[in-house]
Nanobody
Framework: QVQLIESGGGLVQAGGSLRLSCTASDQTKNFYRMSWFRQAPGKEREFVASSLWIGGIRNYTDSVKGRFTISRDTSKKTVFLEMNRLRPEDTGVYYC???????????????WGRGTQVTVSS
């Protein structure tokens, strides 16, 4: 069982910045990828960004490109999400997730964090 501990959420005004972090308890096995998802009230959980563990290739959903940056510290099994120029529509619970395989989509992830709330006021 892998535990993912997220931190860094909070309340920020539009245009502001936040940095999320997520650390995995499994320090012995490499993941295929670590990713961030978010879920706004009344909406489905959606992909935000991912980073391949080996090589660090990154992928973003279109709405955050140029504003969010995902990075990782492989020695600490930690992934970060730097969020700049935040908008009210970025509000939601942000979840960290890891997978050992490459299956696409939400079902392709093996473990999830409990989430951290991000609220952007207008």
């Amino acid at each position: 069982q892998v535990q993912l501990i997220e931190s860094g959420g909070g309340l920020v005004q539009a245009g502001g910045s936040l940095r999320l972090s997520c650390t995995a308890s499994d320090q012995t096995k490499n993941f295929y990828r670590m990713s961030w998802f978010r879920q706004a009230p009344g909406k489905e959980r959606e992909f935000v960004a991912s980073s391949l563990w080996i090589g660090g290739i990154r992928n973003y959903t279109d709405s955050v490109k140029g504003r969010f940056t995902i990075s990782r510290d492989t020695s600490k099994k930690t992934v970060f999400l730097e969020m700049n120029r935040l908008r009210p529509e970025d509000t939601g619970v942000y979840y960290c997730a890891v997978s050992y395989g490459s299956q696409p989509g939400i079902l392709g992830y093996d473990y999830w964090g409990r989430g951290t709330q991000v609220t952007v006021s207008s």
